[in-house]
């Protein structure tokens, strides 16, 4: 049973699938050069999907403050 399109949201496609369907499977092995024209579709091997991370920020400061406690330790 499908879901009604006022029901959808906007952006739910935009965010990573755990779950890839049969021709992105092969699109992405062909692309590693793992399967070949003619080869069944049946059985085909997993695919790893690489999960990206967002939002993390760099620790300038901290890196500076401790650099400077570091300094003050060794007098």
């Known amino acids: 049973m499908s879901i009604d399109s006022t029901l959808k949201r906007a952006g739910r496609l935009a965010r990573a699938r755990n779950v890839l369907t049969r021709e992105e499977r092969i699109e ?3 692309e590693q050069e793992r399967f070949a024209d003619g080869t069944s ?4 091997p ?3 999907i690489v999960k990206t991370v ?5 620790k300038k400061e901290k890196k500076e403050d401790d ?4 300094k003050k330790k060794k007098k």
């Open 46 to 48: 997993k695919v790893r």
């Open 28 to 30: 992405r092995l062909k």
């Open 67 to 70: 650099e400077k406690d570091a």
């Open 41 to 44: 579709p049946m059985g085909l």
């Open 54 to 58: 967002v939002g993390k920020k760099k």
